[in-house]
């Protein structure tokens, strides 16, 4: 089979939802395929591929599904985030990251669609009855044989790296850790407020991966959307109801929270490549994975809580989806909630150490990679293409057809 895929090469998405199988199929089923940032009509023709993967958002997708379509190429379209939920959290750089609706003409005409979670699936059918008033059943036959869930997956052999489970060698100090890109930053508001009274009777460090308060140019970040907003005023200092319910009014609560703790490291973002051995060297103590409450994020997959149990961090996480049914450790979006599970955590390091043990193995045995997992996806994958082929030789045999009469 020759692939192309249209993909971040450096992104999380394209890692997890198509290189991990993409490496697997190279080898154990002579896979050819190339990585590509846009598909012509001309890469279709030298290429020649079989099959085209494209993933998320992806402007004029309904050219080029009529395009690969036209010459018998299947199209193969992966979706891990809720595409329909536009509001100011999805604000980064005072750009706005459009969702666009370009993602219909991939759900209901590539040749295969898979969605990572349940309640992703179920909450793209609920949109299209709200907004299209089709019936539930209708979409679903439609869906039915090409739409299907498939889950992030983590592949062990990511995680090993010598003694992965080596803990924090400073029994004095307890890590915290938030790992996460700053377009999340708002989740952090959940757990702040916990931190810092328990910063104020135990020697925590808050630990930030992904967030470097000196790697962002904050600074220009809130002068550029006050001006926007027609604030006048130093961030520090704004009343902040001036911009409620606004991106940057939450990065500037989280901004001004952090300073109320005693100490705050923050690390870079990595690329893909080096973020599994990055996130194992970290030794932090405790995970935390805060998460507000709303249907984007309830689409969200548990990965996360994956990465930090293969690594030997035990999670802490809010209870909604996609963690609860999968993470052990819960707290309700509450500061006594918060308060009370991290304490636990702190002031116990067996039970820290217990809880990360159980946690790991519900990850090695419900989400690690396996040729099982690479297998079906892959027998799908030669299902669509040979019905693409089929309709393309039957459409080609009408239209010779056709021309003789």
């Keep these: 089979m020759r692939i192309i895929v249209i993909s971040d090469p450096g992104s999380g998405v394209f890692y997890y939802r198509f290189k991990i199988f993409l490496r697997d199929w190279e080898i154990r089923k ?7 940032d846009r598909v012509t009509a001309l890469d279709l023709d030298r290429k020649k591929p079989d099959i085209v993967f494209i993933s998320q958002l992806f402007g004029d997708s309904d050219k080029l599904i009529k395009a690969a379509h036209d010459k018998g190429v299947a199209i193969y379209y992966d979706l891990d985030d809720y595409p329909f939920s536009l509001t100011d959290f999805h604000f980064y750089d005072g750009l706005e990251l459009v969702l666009s609706q370009q993602v219909q003409p991939c759900l209901f005409h590539s040749d295969l669609v898979t969605v990572s979670t349940p309640y992703l699936y179920n909450a793209l059918v609920d949109y299209y009855i709200l907004n299209l008033g089709v019936k539930r059943q209708d979409i679903q036959e439609r869906w039915r044989d090409r739409v299907y869930i498939r889950y992030n997956y983590v592949d062990e052999r990511d995680f090993y790296f010598g003694n992965v489970n080596e803990v924090n060698d400073n029994d004095d100090v307890v890590k915290i850790g938030y790992a996460a890109a700053p377009y999340h930053l708002p989740d952090l508001l959940i757990v702040l407020d916990a931190l810092i009274e328990l910063d104020k009777k135990y020697n925590l460090e808050l630990h930030l991966y992904g ?24 961030w520090r200092e704004i009343d ?4 409620a319910d606004k991106y940057v009014y939450y990065v500037i609560s989280v901004m001004r929270k952090l300073d109320q703790l005693r100490r705050v490291i923050a690390h870079p973002w990595v690329p893909i490549t080096d973020h599994f051995f990055k996130l194992s060297r970290l030794k932090w103590d405790i995970g935390i ?4 409450d709303n249907i984007f994020n309830r689409c969200k997959t548990a990965l996360k809580f994956y990465e930090y149990a293969m690594t030997g961090i035990p999670t802490l996480a809010s209870n909604i989806p996609p963690y609860a049914g999968e993470c052990n450790y819960l707290a309700d979006n509450s500061f006594e909630d918060w308060y009370n599970k991290l304490e636990k955590l702190i002031v116990d390091r067996e039970f820290r150490e217990e809880l990360a043990r159980t946690q790991k193995e519900w990850v090695l045995e419900n989400r690690t990679f396996n040729e099982k997992i690479s297998d079906d996806l892959y027998d799908k994958l030669c299902e669509a293409v040979e019905k693409r082929k089929s309709i393309y030789e039957q459409e080609k045999q009408r239209k010779v057809e056709a021309d003789a009469i």
């Design 240 to 243: 902040l109801d001036e911009i």
């Design 289 to 292: 994975a805060p998460l507000r």
């Design 211 to 234: 967030f470097d308060i000196k790697f962002y140019d904050w600074e220009s970040f809130f002068s550029l959307w006050l001006d926007k907003l027609g604030v006048v005023g130093d």
């Design 30 to 36: 002579k896979v050819q395929w190339v990585l590509l």
